[in-house]
Structure formats: C-alpha cells, structure tokens
C-alpha cells in the first residue's frame, strides 16, 4: 500500500479500507480497455444497460438506495465489485477524522493536518475532500477544537479510484444497476456542491493523468498540433507538459484545478482566454463512459450530441470523462502583469479626496478594461468593504507578449484619467515578463467556504453612458452593503473561439460579455444555521436581482455561480436549453448524473433542511 510522500504520514489512520491509492498517481498511461463480456459475465451487476436491463426514467420513483435501506448493497455485493475492479474500491473515512474522539484519534496528526495540510497536496490527494465544504455540511472539518462528532455527512461512504475507463464503465453501471446515487470528483474544486453527495457512490478521477503530444493531428478544420490528457490532470501538472513539449494552451488559474472535468465542461476560463478562448473551444475530441456504461469517442464527427454538451454544457451531466484531445498551439508566451490599487478612508490622511472619488477611479479603470480585453488581455480585480466606510480595490492587468515598456505606454491613458479627478497614482513598471508554459511544482490547497452569486455584463454596456452608470451604481451598493466584489474581464467571444469551439454548449452570454462579475457572500465560516443561510441568500439576491433586471438576456457562468440562482437554466445555458434537455434525456433517461442546478436535474431533491445541502438523500420528486 502506498503512503502520501508529504509531512503528514496519515494515510493509516485516515483511510479504513485503503487498498489502492497514491501508486497510480505515477503511471504515465492507463488502460483504455472497455469492459468486457466476460467482466460482466463475473458480475452482472457491473452489466451496461443494455444486458441489465436498468430501469429508465420512467420507471425510477422513490429515492436512491441509502445506506440502511434494504435495497442498499449488502457487503457481498461491495466485496464482489471491489473484486471486479481489481481492489479500487475505498471505504474512506474523512481526513478530519483525527481530531475527533474516537479510534481514529491522534493529537500529532490532527495538528500536522491543520497546520501544514493547506501547504502540500494532502487534501487534493483525499478521496473524500471537496475544496468548499458547506455542502458536505462540514460534518468533520480539521480543527483543533472540534465541536460533536465526526460522520461522513455529505460524502458518499464508498469511492472508486479510478485509474483506467474499465473502473469508471463499472462505477456507472454498478450504481445504475443497483439505484445508487453517483458523484464525480477530480481534485475537488466546485464551488456547489456538484462533486459530493450523501449515500452516494463516489468516481474519483483524480488519477487519471495520461499525457500525449501529438505533433500532427487532422480532424475537421483542424490541422496541426495536439495533445491528449487524462481528466484528472491538473493545472499544474499541464504547466509542466508545456514546458517539456514547447506548446501553449489555456489553463485554470489556480493551479490545483483539473483541466479535464468541471472547469472543462462549464466553459473554463484562464488568464488568456481573451486570445485563444476558453478551455472548451480547446477541444477537439473526448473519451467519455455514458450513463449506460458505454465508452466512447466524442468529436465533430461521432457522437456529436455529447461532443456539444461536454463542451460548456457542465460537469457530472451527461457522463465522465477518461480524456481530453485538444488544441496546442507551439512556441512560446510571455505575460506581463500590472498592478493598480485604490484606498479610500474617511480620514484627513486619506489619498482619494471623497468617497464618490473612489468610486469614479473604479469606474474609470472598469471602462479602460475594455481596451486590455480587445488587446488580448484580462483584468483581474477586486472590491473590498472595510471598517467606518473604508474600500478597497485591487486590479492586476496582465497582457500577452507585451514588454514592461510597452505595458506603461498602454495603460497610461487610464493615470491620466484617474490623475484628471484628483486620484494620483504612479504608473510603475512591471516586472519582466513570465513565461506561460513553466515548469510548475505541485501547489497545495486547503478547503474552505467561499461563496458567491454572479452575472455577465456585456460589452455593449462599455459604450452605454446610462447603462454603464447604472451597472457601476449597482454594484457600488453591493459593496457598501458589505459585499466583496469580484471582477474578472476577459473576452472569449465566437470569434476567437474559432472552430469547433464557436459551436458548443458555452452560455450564449459569455460569447458577448467583458465582464463576469461576481459577488461574495459575507460568512465563510461554513456555519451558519439552516435559517441563517437561508436568509443569507434572501439578502445578497436582494443586490443581484437590481444585476440581472439591468442585463435582461445575459447569464451567469455556471462554474462560478450560486446553486440558490433563480431561473438558473436561463442563466447558466440561455436559449441552448432546451438542447441541452433533449440530449440529457436521450443519453441518461435514469438521471444517474445528477448534481444540483445542472441539466436535466429538475425531477430530483436532496432531502435536507440546510438550504442546497448535499448532506442528505436524493429523491425523485415528479
């Protein structure tokens, strides 16, 4: 059994039923090899639909089998898939589970983790942590001063590490086959709650991190160079492959993010998205494991149904993806990044004269951000409330294969305007240029509890005087409200999407937008009672319904938005709905994917008091 090479040392306490883990995380291929008939034949339980005959949707009333039911697996039919899968299968207990007493308890690790977890790749490398912890209902955080017990709360009791398309095709019909709810985890970035779920059985991509260059590649329109990687490869990890293989492409800002699930499939959004697009206008083919337990080749010539909703249609929808063959573009890029920060007080000392002066200096960089979008580039801010009315704004700007020279020259129209109101501000000169595609070192992450609600603001808003001023008026009173701002300006239009890109199921209203602006919610603490979270939404959409009545038509980025958002299939999929639905159903008629707010999701409810809880089992409830 493999142990993580970290600090900590915990995986034998941590993990009850640990057979297989940590090993796979150095294979360079896997296996791409179906199932096959003499597998199912061994055990019709890991059957595809075809031979089982599963239910369809029709049929399938009540709730998912949970644990305790007596339609749940008894422990012959674990061990007997277990064995089907060559020993995959996990038990897990939760990461925090050492700082509770009971058998698992120990003061030394519990303290390792809570102090030095966040700093290596412990919680990305669990089969169980999702990275924001308020759905899984935080039934076992690490801490040292632990409050109750420890329980799985909203994370499935059994997780498969798959590390080949054979363990995923059997995790799909195995559930199918026996009502098991399903969840899909890669390395647990999801903002709600998407990746976790009680009682359910649990896919764990996390390891399938297949890379391949591909120096010529010819499909469609397309010729030129590729490379083909595994879903679970993260950011990091394909910073590295650039820069082995001379290449570019977009990749997540943060560099735990795996490129090839959820940031994928909702779109993908990256630092230089506003020159080659987004994640999904990236891809040109895909190996996925289908509801009914098929494995197949999705692109613009098979399968071109999933191959338009894989692409921005959403995670853990419309099946699991094994891999991802996607555009490369050789050479090279350098990025230079600038910096612009505002401090407004009330006080004598302060540099900004007034409050509205502040608020004119945001609004003055906001608008300019439309000349680094057009250029390629991104902007990056953010606006935070402070103590007896003071705010805060910060924004980096970051071009693509400019130099710092060429950096100051194109930004100094905006220190001329911010100079012009009274707001002095040196126009510095940046740092030398970074290169993209560099060798990167594994980051550590540590979960937390962010929250937020978001909408995208289209271009034509620039060139509005009325509607530019009622939109900075809006999220002025978000702010003084006590809500940190988030926005991110890019330009990932059709254009520059390019082909196959520029058809796919990416929101409609990312196409025509500069801005995808995103607001807080206050407590990140994870522990705000059921009627306080519920009112906590009540509160913050009291500020964004005044966004969206000012963008009617426009959306909200699926990855980075609130479950709790009205009229979401609108707001995440615009007029592609309906598509979308139609393809759901014809691929998945049991609704086996199933997550909150994604397509098709309707019919099914977590049973919970807490408001967009995964803490909970998942009904059907018409």
């Known amino acids: 059994m493999a142990v993580y090479t970290v600090p900590l040392a915990l995986l034998l306490l941590v993990y009850s039923r640990l057979c297989y883990l940590a090993d796979a995380a150095a294979q360079i291929s896997y296996d791409t090899t179906p199932l096959s008939q003499e597998d199912f034949e061994k055990n019709p339980d890991i059957a595809p639909a075809k031979v089982h005959g599963s239910s369809r949707l029709g049929e399938v009333r009540g709730c998912r089998a949970f644990p305790g039911d007596t339609d749940w697996p008894i422990e012959d039919d674990w061990s007997r898939f277990n064995d089907s899968i060559g020993g995959v299968l996990l038990k897990p207990v939760p990461a925090g589970v050492v700082c509770y007493p009971g058998p698992y308890y120990n003061e030394t690790e519990c303290s390792n983790i809570v102090r030095r977890g966040g700093s290596t790749h412990f919680y990305l490398d669990d089969p169980l942590t999702v990275l924001t912890e308020w759905p899984q209902g935080r039934t076992c955080p690490p801490t040292l001063t632990p409050e109750g017990n420890c329980t799985l709360g909203g994370s499935p009791p059994y997780v498969v590490n798959a590390t080949n398309a054979k363990h995923v095709q059997a995790a799909v019909n195995f559930a199918r086959n026996k009502n098991l709810r399903l969840t899909i985890k890669g390395s647990g970035h999801e903002f709600g709650g998407r990746n976790t779920g009680a009682g359910a059985l649990g896919v764990w991509t996390h390891f399938l991190k297949d890379f391949e260059y591909v120096p010529e590649y010819t499909i469609g329109q397309y010729n030129g160079t590729a490379v083909k990687y595994g879903s679970g490869t993260e950011t990091w990890e394909l910073f590295n492959h650039m820069a082995d293989f001379n290449f570019t492409i977009p990749a997540a800002g943060v560099g735990t993010v795996g490129v090839g699930g959820g940031w994928l499939s909702g779109g993908g959004h990256s630092t230089i998205v506003s020159r080659y697009g987004l994640g999904s206008d990236q891809v040109l083919s895909l190996q996925v494991v289908t509801a009914d337990g098929s494995l197949l080749t999705a692109n613009p010539k098979s399968n071109k149904d999933l191959f338009f909703a894989l692409r921005g249609g959403g995670g853990a929808t419309f099946g699991v993806i094994i891999s991802v063959t996607a555009k490369a573009y050789p050479g090279k890029i350098y990025t230079t990044a600038t910096s612009l920060n505002l401090f407004y007080d009330s006080t004598p000392d302060s540099t900004i004269p007034n409050n509205d002066t502040f608020w004119q200096g945001v609004s003055l960089y906001y608008r300019f951000a439309q000349k680094v979008v057009d250029a390629g580039g991104l902007g990056f801010s953010y606006i935070y409330p402070g103590e007896n009315d003071s705010y805060q704004f910060t924004t980096t700007s970051t071009f693509i294969d400019k130099s710092p020279e060429e950096v100051v020259a194109f930004m100094q129209p905006l220190y001329n305007d911010l100079a012009a109101i009274g707001i002095n501000e040196r126009n510095s000169k940046p740092l030398a240029p970074v290169l993209w595609g ?180 998942l009904c059907r409830v018409w």
């Open 438 to 617: 560099s060798r990167r070192s594994a980051p550590g992450y540590s979960p937390g509890n962010l929250r937020y609600t978001s909408r995208l603001f289209p271009s034509t808003y620039w060139a509005d005087d009325d509607l530019w001023d009622a939109s900075m008026s809006a999220i002025r009173k978000a702010v003084e409200a006590g809500y940190t701002f988030h926005g991110t300006l890019h330009k990932p239009s059709r254009e520059i999407a390019g082909w196959p890109g520029v058809d796919s199921a990416v929101n409609p209203a990312w196409r025509v937008a500069n801005l995808h602006a995103m607001l807080f919610y206050k407590d990140q603490s994870g522990k705000l009672t059921a009627e306080q979270a519920a009112a906590a939404q009540v509160d913050i959409n009291k500020y964004m319904d005044t966004w969206r009545a000012l963008t009617p038509g426009s959306g909200a980025y699926i990855n980075e938005a609130d479950p709790a958002e009205p009229n979401w299939q609108d707001s995440f999929f615009g007029d592609l709905y309906p598509r979308l639905l139609r393809i759901k159903r014809a691929r998945d008629p049991w609704n086996l994917f199933w997550a909150p707010t994604t397509v098709g999701s309707e019919p099914w409810k977590v049973v919970t008091d807490y408001p967009f809880s995964q803490n909970g089992r």
